[in-house]
T-cell receptor, first 112, second 111 residues
Framework: ETGVTQTPRHLVMGMTNKKSLKCEQH?????MYWYKQSAKKPLELMFV???????ENNSVPSRFSPECPNSSHLFLHLHTLQPEDSALYLC???????????FGPGTRLTVT | RKEVEQDPGPFNVPEGATVAFNCTYS??????FFWYRQDCRKEPKLLMS???SGNEDGRFTAQLNRASQYISLLIRDSKLSDSATYLC????????????FGKGTKLSVKP
């Protein structure tokens, strides 16, 4: 498999559920990112990891919890989400911060 | 404040037309620039990086004007498959990998 992969592709969860999104990059990149894309809004950066260390948290609510066990894998743990958290969650990676980012196909999340 | 502004469109053009998109950015410290395309309900895909001298890739030409802080994308001989939303992206660099995305310009190429 090549590029950036994400699982699951679709997820429906209740507000009391706990779930995790998974991202894996096969590009040998050093930086990984989580973005949120809601309808009619630009992409919003949520978290940035460089060499497995978190370097950015754009005031994301604590119900979103990232984890980066190694430079190829990134998780987003979800708990007690709200309906307004329904969106497309995109993972991306880049060689370094100045370089272009490559996106995974995203997880379309619906919170009921 | 770091912002990237684009005309949302939609741009409706016939096949074969030439269409141009502009994008302005607010922070002169920005370091690198990109155009991405995003198809409906899909992830953004890198179309091209934008270099100071301008660059061309087939039917696509990107230009950067640092003095005026704008970036352009020109598409010649539009194809039906060019229909998508085009995202202007500015990287402010630093230690945070800070990519700022515009809201995108929607292009619809008609037969």
């Amino acid at each position: 498999e090549t590029g950036v992969t994400q699982t699951p592709r679709h997820l429906v969860m209740g507000m009391t559920n706990k779930k995790s999104l998974k991202c894996e990059q096969h590009l040998g990149h050093n930086a990984m990112y989580w973005y949120k894309q809601s309808a009619k809004k630009p992409l919003e950066l949520m978290f940035v990891y460089s060499l497995e260390e978190r370097v950015e948290n754009n005031s994301v609510p604590s119900r979103f919890s990232p984890e980066c066990p190694n430079s190829s894998h990134l998780f987003l743990h979800l708990h007690t989400l709200q309906p307004e958290d329904s969106a497309l969650y995109l993972c991306a990676s880049s060689q370094d911060f100045s370089y272009e980012q490559y996106f995974g196909p995203g997880t379309r999340l619906t919170v009921t | 404040r770091k912002e990237v502004e684009q005309d949302p469109g939609p741009f409706n053009v016939p096949e074969g037309a030439t269409v141009a998109f502009n994008c302005t950015y607010s922070n002169s410290a920005s370091q690198s620039f990109f155009w991405y395309r995003q198809d409906c309900r899909k992830e953004p895909k890198l179309l091209m990086s934008v270099y100071s001298s301008g660059n061309e890739d087939g039917r696509f030409t990107a230009q950067l004007n640092r003095a005026s802080q704008y970036i352009s994308l020109l598409i010649r001989d539009s194809k039906l498959s060019d229909s998508a939303t085009y995202l202007c992206v500015v990287n402010y660099g630093g230690s945070q990998g800070n990519l700022i995305f515009g809201k995108g310009t929607k292009l619809s190429v008609k037969p």
